[in-house]
């Protein structure tokens, strides 16, 4: 399974190529929808409906750009994807709407795959909270020492 690819058909306000949107429609088809999606970098992250049953499924999305095309290889958390950055709002959804059943090779990758993800936002969680407190130690230490 490879790379497939698009021409660009949405773009931002600067006229440059919008992956988000461009994944967002291309996605969504009478078979099923696109009900929150977003990128980190040049991955892109979806929960994707079937209309069929209801299900909801973990989509990720390698992207890159090259020559006025889109490249993009879709894959389902059932496939085991690399990229293991997507919103901890994501996983919580589909671990609430799309419990993984079963202990086949496929279902444990799909578990393993949202464990990485919610360690990954753990650790985003802890840089970004140590990142804040060392910001409000200088500041109050710029207080005490100009004021």
């Known amino acids: 399974m490879g790379y497939y690819g698009i021409?660009?058909?949405?773009?931002?306000r600067r006229g440059r190529p919008n992956r988000k949107r461009t994944l967002d429609?291309?996605?969504?088809?009478?078979?099923?929808?696109?009900?929150?999606s977003c990128m980190r970098g040049t991955v892109y992250y979806a929960i994707w409906?079937?209309?069929?049953?209801?299900?909801y499924v973990g989509l990720?999305?390698?992207?890159?750009?090259?020559?006025?095309?889109?490249y993009y290889k879709?894959?389902?958390e059932y496939d085991g994807p690399c990229a293991t950055s997507a919103p901890r709002s994501f996983?919580?959804?589909?671990?609430?709407?799309?419990?993984?059943?079963?202990?086949d090779f496929y279902a444990e990758g799909a578990r393993e795959w949202r464990r990485k993800c919610l360690e990954h936002a753990d650790k985003v969680r802890e840089r970004r909270i140590a990142r804040n407190e060392r910001n409000n130690r200088f500041?109050?230490?710029?207080?005490?020492r100009y004021a």
């Open 7 to 12: 021409p660009w058909y949405e773009k931002d």
């Open 49 to 55: 409906q079937s209309t069929v049953d209801g299900k």
């Open 139 to 144: 500041k109050a230490w710029l207080a005490s």
């Open 74 to 76: 879709p894959l389902s």
């Open 91 to 103: 996983i919580e959804f589909l671990e609430k709407n799309a419990p993984i059943v079963g202990d």
């Open 25 to 36: 429609k291309e996605f969504t088809t009478d078979k099923g929808k696109v009900v929150r």
């Open 60 to 70: 990720v999305s390698p992207t890159h750009y090259l020559d006025d095309e889109l």
